[in-house]
């Protein structure tokens, strides 16, 4: 069973930056995609983004486009997602979530939550105005 472990959250002001991280237990994590979705308080859980088991495609949501980066280190086991410009409408619960199929990808299967079968805790992320 593959464990994540997401950091990199905390308290930064609008137009900060922040850096999260998401550590796989399994070397497996490279054939597998993966996303970051968040929760905000009282709404449903949404995607925010997705990376490919390459790295090579990724998928954002519009809300999030030119200012998040997804990205991936398979040797390390790691996916990151670099947040710039943020936005106090930018906080939430983040977490990271390894998909249920390997070596798929398409940009109407990175974004289903129920194409993931592993989640993280998740990170709190607070952006104050």
């Known amino acids: 069973q593959v464990q994540l472990v997401e950091s990199g959250g905390g308290l930064v002001q609008a137009g900060g930056s922040l850096r999260l991280s998401c550590a796989a237990s399994?070397?497996?994590?490279?054939?597998?995609?993966m996303g970051w979705f968040r929760q905000a308080p009282g709404k449903e859980r949404e995607f925010v983004a997705g990376?490919?088991?390459?790295?090579?495609?990724?998928r954002y949501a519009d809300f999030v486009k030119g200012r998040f980066t997804i990205s991936r280190d398979n040797a390390k086991n790691t996916a990151y997602l670099q947040m710039n410009s943020l936005k106090p409408e930018d906080t939430a619960v983040y977490y990271c979530?390894?998909?249920?199929?390997?070596?798929?990808?398409?940009?109407?299967?990175?974004?289903?939550?129920?194409?993931?079968?592993?989640w993280g805790q998740g990170t709190q992320v607070t952006v104050s105005s």
């Open positions: 399994e070397r497996t994590f490279s054939s597998y995609s």
């Open positions: 979530a390894v998909a249920d199929t390997p070596g798929h990808y398409s940009p109407t299967y990175i974004v289903a939550e129920s194409n993931y079968n592993y």
């Open positions: 990376i490919s088991w390459s790295g090579g495609r990724t």
